[in-house]
């Protein structure tokens, strides 16, 4: 069974810069998340989504991130207009509601310098 | 508001020694606990979960942890660890299937020789 697919694996941009990250979640799980990991810190959660539903957005800083998963399976998270404060591992984590306690599954993270 | 807390930022301790990184939680009924592991340039594996029955859960690669309702604390144990446990350790919180799932700080573990 694949795991959960990131790309890419690393990004380097200038401040003001765009970028986007990629996720690939494992097949059947309909719950998809996204964290972003500061340096030396526990993931913090930006978004999730159920199908192609957003279930929580609350932390996610929305006049620059934006984030969709239009069919239900493969999603993106973008940022408009880079900061250094967004340096950071983005990790996207796939799990199936149906189950009581259930795992996520992480990808292995974008790692994100902004200069 | 639910919460997790990991006071020790880093452990060192000798090959072969036992192991104890400490997990606090804040949530007002049983939540779903959780500890994950990172290995470095990786993302996050589940070492084991808990939600009710034994308060003592095993896990992979002879972990396991101790819930304690009384102490909102559920600490991650084992007998006698290896030099490949070096890594950093999650402690993490959920409501249950299908809501969020809140991460601590971490504890970086180092295994020295």
């Known amino acids: 069974e694949a795991g959960v697919t990131q790309s890419p694996r690393y990004a380097v941009l200038q401040e003001g810069q765009a970028v986007s990250f990629w996720c690939d979640p494992i097949?059947?799980?309909?719950?998809l998340y996204w964290y972003q990991q500061p340096r030396d810190q526990g993931p913090q959660l930006l978004v999730y989504?159920?199908?192609?539903?957003?279930?929580?957005n609350s932390q996610l800083p929305s006049d620059r991130f934006s984030a969709v998963r239009p069919k239900g399976t493969n999603s993106t998270l973008k940022i408009q207009s880079a900061k250094q404060g967004d340096t950071a591992t983005y990790l996207c984590a796939s799990s199936f509601a149906g189950v009581s306690a259930e795992t996520l599954y992480f990808g292995s993270g974008t790692r994100l310098t902004v200069l | 508001a639910q919460s997790v807390t990991q006071p020790d930022a880093r452990v060192t301790v000798s090959e072969g020694a036992s192991l104890q990184l400490r997990c606090k939680y804040s949530?007002?009924?049983?939540?779903?606990l959780f500890w994950y592991v990172q290995y470095p340039r990786q993302g996050l594996q589940l070492l084991l979960k808990y939600y009710s029955g034994d308060p003592v859960v095993q896990g992979v690669n002879s972990f396991e942890a101790e819930f304690s309702k009384s102490n909102s604390s559920f600490h991650l144990q084992k007998a006698s660890v290896h030099w490949s446990d070096s890594a950093v350790y999650f402690c993490?919180?959920?409501?249950?299937?299908?809501?969020?799932?809140?991460f601590g700080s971490g504890t970086r573990l180092l295994v020295s020789p």
């Open positions: 949530y007002s009924a049983t939540p779903y």
């Open positions: 993490a919180l959920s409501m249950g299937g299908g809501y969020k799932v809140v």
């Open positions: 097949s059947g799980h309909d719950t």
């Open positions: 989504f159920r199908d192609e539903a957003v279930i929580d």
